[in-house]
């Protein structure tokens, strides 16, 4: 069985950073596309930042400028880095990932949640 895990999380305040890392359970899986989402409290999830497994990445309108995503296949990791942060950053930072082994790939892993609480 194989796993995202996730972790970086945390309490910051508002305009510092945190880096939050995503990474298959199992290294004979690489992860082949992946996008990092956020749900707060009472509100839908929404795409944070995407990955495709070239390197190509998206971002929400209210991120941009301010994260960064990345991606380290030797680690089979992927990274969120989050800079500037604000109290409305705050949320369930979940994972997202199709895996990849032996040329297989695996749909719609997700990880099972960071909590990201920025304070004013």
């Known amino acids: 069985q194989v796993q995202l895990v996730e972790s970086g999380g945390g309490l910051v305040q508002a305009g510092g950073s945190l880096r939050l890392s995503c990474v298959a359970s199992r290294s004979a899986f690489g992860i082949d596309s992946a996008g990092w989402y956020r749900q707060a409290p009472g509100k839908q999830c929404e795409l944070v930042a995407g990955?495709?497994?070239?390197?190509?990445?998206d971002y929400g309108d209210s991120v941009k400028d301010r994260f960064t995503i990345s991606r380290d296949n030797a680690k089979n990791t992927v990274y969120l880095q989050m800079n500037s942060l604000k109290p409305e950053d705050t949320g369930v930072y979940y994972c997202?990932?199709?895996?990849?082994?032996?040329?297989?790939?695996?749909?719609?892993?997700w990880g099972q949640g960071t909590q990201v609480t920025v304070s004013s």
């Open positions: 997202h990932a199709t895996l990849l082994r032996g040329g297989v790939r695996y749909l719609d892993y």
């Open positions: 990955i495709t497994s070239d390197g190509r990445t």
